[in-house]
Nanobody, 124 residues
Framework: QVQLVESGGGLVQAGGSLRLSCAASGRTFSTYAMGWFRQAPGKEREFVATVSWGSNITYYTDSVKGRFTISRDNAKNTVYLQMNSLKPEDTAVYYC?????????????????WGQGTQVTVSS
């Protein structure tokens, strides 16, 4: 069982930056692939970024490539999402998720555990 707690969301102006963190419980964090998803009002939850267990593989949805960076620190049981050049369309609740085996994945159904989400609001 893995418990995930996101933090770092907030209100930011367009063009600004935020860094989301997701702290995981358990001693096997390093074996999980981790992902970030987001859900805007009235829309389905969508994939944002993923990182494999060893950090050697990452994938991003096209709309955030070059602006967002996913990373992990296995010693701290934490995964991060650095978000730069934020746009109003990035406004959503952001969720982190964990999966086994530790291969990176872009589909929501591949993930076993989810956090409660953190709100990101980008004003124009």
């Amino acid at each position: 069982q893995v418990q995930l707690v996101e933090s770092g969301g907030g209100l930011v102006q367009a063009g600004g930056s935020l860094r989301l963190s997701c702290a995981a419980s358990g001693r096997t964090f390093s074996t999980y692939a981790m992902g970030w998803f987001r859900q805007a009002p009235g829309k389905e939850r969508e994939f944002v970024a993923t990182v494999s267990w060893g950090s050697n593989i990452t994938y991003y949805t096209d709309s955030v490539k070059g602006r967002f960076t996913i990373s992990r620190d296995n010693a701290k049981n934490t995964v991060y999402l650095q978000m730069n050049s934020l746009k109003p369309e990035d406004t959503a609740v952001y969720y982190c998720a964990a999966k086994l085996p530790g291969a990176a994945a872009t589909t929501r159904g591949a993930y076993d555990y989810w956090g409660q989400g953190t709100q990101v609001t980008v004003s124009s």
